[in-house]
């Protein structure tokens, strides 16, 4: 007797399985050394980044914004402009830019005052780092044929 599955699931199963062949590319360290690149710089956002806490949610948003790059790949590697291909994508990297510019601005207590703006465009470029590091290492193993 065979086992029936629904494609849902099947769909599901296969995106893990890339997700988790995509993301044996990154370090703890990398990562680290990201999150205290964007957002070591200003006082209150140093302060911040010791909390263990918050050093996480920012590895939570850069592995989701690396994945969606790697995902959305497939279309730069058939021809699209990452231009393009950030237009499919603008919702989700924007609702993770101010998930994360949320996230500190609450732990911070409002303490950031004018710097506040600084603090949103050091989430967004931190999202756009990872996002356009996905979409290469993403392009990259369509290259080599690894997906």
């Avoid at 065979?2 to 893990?16: A, G, H, P």
């Avoid at 209150?44 to 909390?51: D, G, R, T």
């Avoid at 830019?97 to 996230?103: K, M, V």
């Amino acid at each position: 007797m065979n086992v029936i599955t629904s494609f849902k699931e099947k769909k599901r199963d296969k995106q893990i399985k890339y997700e988790r062949s995509v993301l044996k590319d990154l370090s703890i360290k990398m990562l680290k050394e990201r999150v205290q690149h964007f957002f070591g710089g200003s006082r209150i956002s140093a302060s911040l980044v010791m909390n263990k806490g918050i050093e996480e949610a920012c590895y939570d948003v850069a592995l989701e914004a690396y994945l969606l790059g790697a995902k959305l790949s497939k279309f730069g590697y058939y021809g699209e402009s990452i231009d393009e291909v950030r237009k499919r994508c603008y919702k989700e990297e924007k609702h993770l830019i101010d998930t994360l510019y949320n996230f500190l601005l609450y732990w911070g207590h409002g303490e950031e005052g004018i710097m506040s703006e600084s603090l949103y465009y050091s989430c967004e470029g931190y999202v756009d780092i990872w996002w356009r590091e996905g979409f290469d290492k993403g392009q990259r193993r369509l290259k080599l044929r690894l997906h």
